[in-house]
């Protein structure tokens, strides 16, 4: 090659070398990463210091936060029981539980942590078990590792590499059948980080439930397979058994605290629609992943899935959980109850305002009623105005049993017309109509032995207003009632049970 | 099979092989089979695999109680000769085990392979697969017992194993480490490679 | 002298005992474990079974005879340390306990050893498996939903804290009684079981773990009456003691 020759080359090799350089991209700094890194940004290392024995709890409770932030060695022991006992009142069923309750202990860890693992099989128990933990990153997810037949124990190792809420359960064959009999739980792996503290954390698992008797058959029923395998549950229930959080067992917070739900669904086979009546959840992290969504109304839960839900509250009262596969919860029993205490908000939830008969088309005017309460609250109420409202309040109510004419029912209903027994007494008029009249009365002569109920659902206006009407009809002629008086003796009398207000 | 004795022939069994002596077998007396006398009971753990009464032919035709092994640690495995997957596998692994060790610890090493199917398995078939698979030394013993101890030395050593209809073996493929005294040290599945967990075991026993 | 009657009466209680065999023809019949790839038939050649399993009674006379498989003097290879610790002492059932009721708490090497001081042997599954395929009134009645389900409440009912004697239930097709509904039981080959321990693992992939045709999968699994008799088992280990677990003896058919 001629000298030339190659220096051009030369000079046209730079040139490609350099404007190769300068091709790198000119854009600025790496865009954030778009994930959390899963498995494998979760070894942290191997564990330091001190094994520490993990604290299990049963359901509702949920073990306090661990606190840690180093990744530490975590001792879990954990017994399979086989017990007997109520599913639903009077009805027994054999549950296989993990801890001796279904749902199974519940156990938290830090993402990270090195988790001894020991399966216990409870010597009188029939059967062999093991354990497949959903948050496990290894064959079988333990299964395989922790078979034990009773009386024996085994022991496993595993690294938690990925954070979450998430399921364990029994692995034997038939797997259906032991999860169906109860053989779940949930396991916590917390965010490195921890979770932002909260009032209250509770712990609740959906399982559904196959007996060979009809849903509430009392006594002893066993498993039904059959049913398991065409997934047509007995029961649908929240931790194991029917009212298992109803009544004085109802999980409980005061109205202003946040409470978070560690929710998970043991199936054997059906997916979860989680609501809470009355309530809107403000966070859910969807299946018990790392993401939350906001403002969620009804989230689903997998079979052998689980889902955190978070909540603030703010007006008192009973919180209804359920599955919104709504027969369940009216029908199988799927229902829990969470009880806020507080103040009333009436700016955020008032309570039933009005309670007014709504007669539809079937009225002709109730013009003059709503006249009458205007002109009461005038002041300019006159006893026409009362006998106008009072005659239309009286037709389609109390005409039912005294008749249009005011005749009663002869034998059965007492004449309200020309009635002794009516103007005697004007208090105990008041009397009958709010609070009702069982027994014996004599009214013109003649005995009438029958049950008047209480008429206590309208308003006081409405009381005086039909009073006066009866009072100054088909013959009759007495004074007013006024309102202050129904008022009164509604205050210085108990309604019957069951009566309104 | 043996027919079930009388009562006379119970009692009659009683007296001749005593109380501490037959393991299980009750029958009327058999001609004495030449074999070397078992240590007494006593002397063995109770956890040794010794404790198993079962009698090994070995691929030199040699006949001895498997008892005979103690006082060594030994690498104890089960396979059979006509098997084309796992047992050479497990020999070559075996082969790679053995080589791991310093020269030291090699010296003072043996490996005990045990047939499942002594039916085929002749000490010429065991002689055959040394060859084929290049288990050569003293320190390669493979043997064959009885069906009945197959069954027994297989559930010490937890192993599963049957046989197929067509005369193959579906087994696990273990491989165990026992000490001096018989007693079970350590257990592993790895094939192919050496298992670096076992290496140190052999080492921690032969100290 | 007390004891010698003693082992007088027990043994002839077990002479007694040792003669009630069941004979059992033999047959093909299609497993849940299937012997290879496909799901060819099993035969099953004719064979003698106890009907009933082996009673504390029975036990109590070999260990008295075998003193070598006393609780405080077997070998730990032999059994663990649950064997046979309902007893009142090695040598006694003690008052809690009936004669009649089966044995439990006893390893694989201490049944195999019971049946072979009988001449006998423990059945191999596929016996276990045919004869307990029986009804009352049919010798298959696998495919009856009725009978299955007597058999997994069974399941569902917790060790009842008295165990029933031996024989209270009634015999099957074949004469013989309790294969459901009292113990478990000991079989020959257990481990020749080879399902793999995670029960969801199918097919047989894992060729390297287990040798040949890899590891089986139970071939029907609406029979899962019967995939729990196999879990369990393969559960064990041969010197494995449990509060619920017992075996009766058989021998070839003569």
């Known amino acids: 090659m001629s000298k030339r020759l190659s220096q051009v080359w030369l000079v046209v090799l730079c040139a490609l070398a ?116 959903h948050g496990v990153t290894g064959p079988g997810g333990g299964a395989a590792s922790s078979f034990t037949a009773p009386g024996h124990e085994s022991q496993f190792t595993f690294k938690a590499l990925n954070r979450g809420l998430y399921v364990y359960h029994c692995a034997t064959a038939p797997v259906g059948m032991h999860v169906a009999n109860g053989m779940y739980g949930l396991i916590f792996v917390e965010p490195p980080e921890g979770m932002p503290p909260v009032d209250h954390e509770y712990y609740v698992m959906q399982g559904d439930f196959y007996t060979v008797g009809k849903y509430r058959e009392k006594g002893d029923q066993p498993f039904d397979m059959q049913k398991a395998i065409d997934e047509n549950p007995t029961y649908v229930l929240f931790n194991g058994m029917e009212g298992s959080l109803t009544g004085d067992r109802a999980l409980t917070a005061k109205t202003g605290e946040t ?7 043991g199936g054997p086979n059906l997916v979860s629609s989680f609501h809470v009546i009355g309530e809107i959840f403000d966070k859910v992290w969807f299946e018990g992943g790392t993401r939350f969504q906001e403002n969620v109304q009804t989230t689903l839960i997998p079979a052998g899935g689980a889902v955190i839900a978070q909540f603030k509250l703010e007006v008192p009262g009973s919180y209804i959980l359920v599955d919104h596969s709504i027969f369940r919860a009216f029908n199988k029993g799927a229902l829990a109850i969470l009880k806020a205490d507080g103040p ?11 309670d007014a008969t709504y007669l539809g088309d079937k009225a002709l005017s109730m013009a003059a009623v709503g006249e009458a309460a205007a002109a009461r609250a005038a002041g300019k109420l006159t006893k026409e105005d009362q006998i106008k409202a009072g005659g239309l309040l009286f037709n389609g109510t109390c005409s039912v049993c005294h008749q249009p004419n005011g005749a009663g029912l002869p034998n059965v209903f007492p004449p309200l017309a020309k009635s002794d027994f009516l103007m005697a007494d004007k208090e105990r008029s008041i009397d009958i109509v709010l609070n009702g009249r069982t027994g014996k009365v004599t009214v013109n002569g003649a005995e009438y032995n029958s049950v008047m109920p209480p008429m206590s659902q309208h308003t006081d206006d409405e009381v005086a207003n039909i009073l006066t009407f009866v009072r100054n009809s088909w013959g009759n002629q007495g004074e007013a009632v006024s309102k202050d008086e129904v008022a009164k003796r509604r205050g210085a009398t108990q309604r019957p049970p069951g009566a309104a207000r | ?40 009971a006593a002397a063995i753990p109770g956890e040794s695999i010794y404790q198993l009464p079962l009698q090994l032919t070995l691929q030199d035709g040699r006949q001895m109680p498997l008892a005979a092994l103690r006082g060594q640690p030994l690498l104890v495995t089960m396979f059979y000769t006509t098997c084309q997957g796992v047992c050479p596998l497990m020999a070559f692994t075996l082969r790679r085990t053995m080589a791991a060790l310093p020269e030291a610890e090699r010296a003072r090493m043996r490996v005990l392979m045990v047939s499942f199917d002594p039916a085929r398995d002749s000490p010429e ?25 197959v ?57 | 002298m007390r004891h010698l009657l003693l082992i007088a009466a027990v043994l002839c209680g077990t002479a007694a005992a040792a003669s009630e065999h069941a004979a059992i023809g033999g047959g093909q019949f299609s497993s849940v474990l299937p012997q290879g790839p496909g799901n060819e038939p099993v035969t099953v050649a004719p064979f003698k079974l106890d009907r009933h399993p082996v009673t504390n009674a029975e036990f109590l006379a070999f260990v ?12 730990t290879l032999f059994a663990d340390a649950g064997y046979l610790a309902h007893w009142r002492s090695a040598t006694d059932l003690g008052g809690d306990l009936r004669p009649q009721q089966p044995v439990t708490r006893v390893s ?12 006998e042997r423990l059945p191999t599954w596929y016996e276990w498996e045919y004869a307990a395929a029986a009804s009352e009134t049919v010798p298959d009645a696998r495919g009856d939903p009725a009978w299955r389900q007597r058999i997994l409440d069974w399941y569902a009912q917790p060790s009842p804290p008295v165990l029933p004697d031996v024989g209270r239930s009634p015999a099957n097709y074949y004469g013989v009684s309790d294969l459901h509904g009292l113990i478990w039981e000991w079989v020959l080959d257990f481990n020749a079981l080879l399902v793999s321990s995670d029960s969801r693992e199918q097919g047989g992939a894992d060729r390297l773990r287990f040798c040949g045709e890899g590891a089986l999968s139970a071939a029907d699994r609406e029979h899962y009456a019967v995939l729990m008799r196999i879990a369990f088992l393969s559960s064990l280990e041969a010197r494995y003691t449990t509060a619920n677990l017992g075996f009766r003896c058989a021998q070839d058919a003569r």
């Open chain 2, 125 to 149: 078939a065991l002689r055959g697969f040394a060859e084929l698979n290049s288990l050569k030394g003293p320190a390669w013993l493979l043997a064959r017992t009885e069906e009945n101890d």
């Open chain 2, 1 to 40: 099979m043996k027919h079930a004795p009388s009562n006379r022939a119970a009692l009659l069994a009683l007296a001749l092989f005593g109380v501490t002596g037959a393991y299980g077998v009750d029958a009327p007396p058999a001609p004495p089979v030449a074999h070397e006398v078992m240590p007494p």
């Open chain 1, 344 to 354: 009333e908000r009436k700016d955020i939830y008032s309570g039933k305002e009005v």
């Open chain 3, 108 to 119: 694989w090497f201490a049944a195999k050893a019971y049946c072979e001081s009988r001449g």
């Open chain 3, 64 to 75: 008295l005879k075998q003193p070598r498989w006393r609780r405080d003097r077997v070998a």
């Open chain 1, 259 to 265: 409470v978070r739900l560690y929710v998970g669904n």
């Open chain 2, 151 to 207: 069954r027994e030395l297989a559930a010490v050593l937890g192993i599963r194993y049957r046989q197929l209809p067509g005369g193959m073996f579906s087994h696990s493929a273990i491989i165990t480490l026992l000490d001096a005294d018989g007693l079970i040290r350590t257990q592993t599945g790895t094939l192919q490679e050496t298992d670096p967990a076992l290496i140190k075991a052999i080492g921690d026993v032969l100290r």
């Open chain 1, 18 to 133: 350099l404007s190769a350089c300068s091709k790198q991209s000119p854009s600025s700094a790496p865009a954030a990463p778009a994930d959390t890194g899963g498995s494998a940004s979760g070894d942290f290392g191997p564990p330091q210091g001190e094994p520490v024995k993990a604290v299990l709890t049963s359901p509702p409770n949920v073990p306090p936060p661990t606190g840690r932030t180093h990744p530490a060695k975590v001792i879990v022991e954990l017994e399979v029981r086989e017990v007997q006992k109520p599913i639903a009142e009077g009805v027994n069923y054999t549950f296989w539980t993990f801890g001796g309750t279904t749902p199974g202990s519940f156990i938290r860890i830090r993402q990270g942590d090195t988790v001894e693992f020991h399966l216990k099989n409870y010597p009188d128990n029939k059967m062999p078990h093991n354990i497949d933990l």
